[in-house]
């Protein structure tokens, strides 16, 4: 198996050239780092977004919950499921999950092409 790095002749060439380090780094590592960083960065984000058990375990008021533990504690809370004694709010139940939902793709569509780009090279043969 290659190495998935980016290649090093491409730092020679810009020492060459007359760069410095710095200038390797901003103008030629970061700009080839970039699509595979944010597509890290997006599945972080979608991971921290829905994360249901370390806030649940960390956090002990109400005030400071997620949108997970929220969501999970109105469903208790109005009896989506009929337990609470009342009826099933079904339609309320949609419109919070809808709502937790927004943020997640509004994050992926405002950087779906990086994402794309890093995904589609990490597939490429060096």
């Known amino acids: 198996m290659g190495q998935r790095t980016i290649p090093e002749e491409l730092a020679d060439a810009a020492r060459i050239d007359g760069c410095n380090e ?6 030629i590592l ?9 597509a890290v960065a ?4 979608i991971d921290g977004w829905n994360d249901f058990m370390g806030p649940l375990l960390y956090l002990n008021s109400p005030e400071n919950y997620t949108v997970a533990l ?53 597939g490429l043969k060096g």
Do not use: E, H, N
């Not at 710095?22 to 103008?27: C, K, P, S």
């Not at 997006?42 to 984000?45: D, G, K, L, P, Q």
């Open 30 to 38: 970061m700009p080839l780092a970039k699509p595979g960083l944010i």
């Open 70 to 122: 929220g969501l999970a504690l109105f469903r208790a809370s109005v009896g989506a499921f009929g337990a609470a004694g009342g009826r099933a709010r079904w339609d309320w139940l949609m419109a919070a999950s809808t709502a937790m939902v927004i943020p997640v793709i509004i994050v992926f569509f405002a950087l779906q092409r990086y994402f794309v780009k890093g995904v589609v090279m990490t």
């Open 42 to 45: 997006i599945f972080t984000f």
């Open 22 to 27: 710095y200038a390797i780094y901003a103008r």
